[in-house]
DNA sequence: CTACTGTACCATATAACGCGGTACAGTAAA
DNA sequence: TTTACTGTACCGCGTTATATGGTACAGTAG
């Protein structure tokens, strides 16, 4: 059991669903430093897809710095590195809060509301992170 | 003046981020109910893109129930209306909480620097709507 | 040796994106 | 009415992104 499914026909992408999926499970904790991520071709065979859109999920991982890769051993869940400035984090996330906050608005949530769910969903991961 | 900019080479294709922009203009309160959008033609000119572009991300607002079209006067900033039910609006603003939450979480930040941040860009919004 | 790993290619097909052009209908002001 | 704007709908074209299928090679572990 893998937990991750994709969605074809989607606007999104399938390696990019791949890839929150994999950010989503190292996120929550289910996923911990040193596990391995499934094979590239068995991911592939159980997703019913390309073994190369699996390999450019992972390679997109890896370049995020969330999994190592050893060659004939296979891809693992990585130790947290920071690759970026601080300040270079927090402008990345501004990016992605900032069209967040603009549709929550638009579809007519409360600035209460989006707080709530937001909260909600850091709720949701493990308190395992130092 | 339009406070409009794109980015050529971005990977979000450009009627995407138009469509963001003008999201935000009408959730910050900067374009109010009524309000006309610059013409097809005249957006297009400035940003240097094509007026099909434009119209694309028109007609995604529209779709989105944000703008009014008015055939040979133009668009305008539309009244809210529910164009979704309460459940709806919630599980649409959630889908784009959780990778938002990954990300940040997998970049290093903490909960309550990101709910901070989520905080923050709520307060740049005006506080007009009724 | 064998069967698994990552990794790197290649060619191909399809779809998305953006451009340029054309066209037509509705609106408003000269 | 004429003119100059508006939205709107096409068409074809080129470029890029996505995904597929195949092949190949090197490293790892039993």
Redesign the pocket.
């Known amino acids: 059991m893998v937990a991750i499914h994709i969605t074809t026909g989607s606007n999104t992408?399938?390696?990019?669903q791949i890839v929150a999926q994999v950010r989503a499970a190292i996120a929550s904790g289910r996923w911990k430093v040193g596990d391995p991520?499934p094979?590239?071709?068995?991911l592939a065979k159980e997703l019913?897809?390309?073994?190369?859109?699996v390999?450019?999920a992972?390679?997109q991982l890896?370049q995020d710095g969330l999994i190592d890769?050893?060659?004939?051993?296979?891809?693992f869940v990585a130790k947290r590195r920071e690759i970026y400035t601080k300040a270079e984090r927090v402008r990345r996330v501004r990016k992605l809060v900032q069209p967040l906050v603009s549709e929550a608005i638009t579809l007519g949530l409360s600035s209460d509301e989006i707080v709530s769910l937001l909260k909600q969903e850091l709720g949701k991961l493990r308190q395992s992170d130092e």
Request: avoid cysteine; glycine fraction near 8%; proline fraction near 4%.
């Open positions: 992408p399938i390696f990019q991520l094979s590239v071709r068995s019913v897809v390309n073994h190369n859109t390999a450019k992972y390679k890896l890769s050893h060659q004939g051993r296979g891809y």
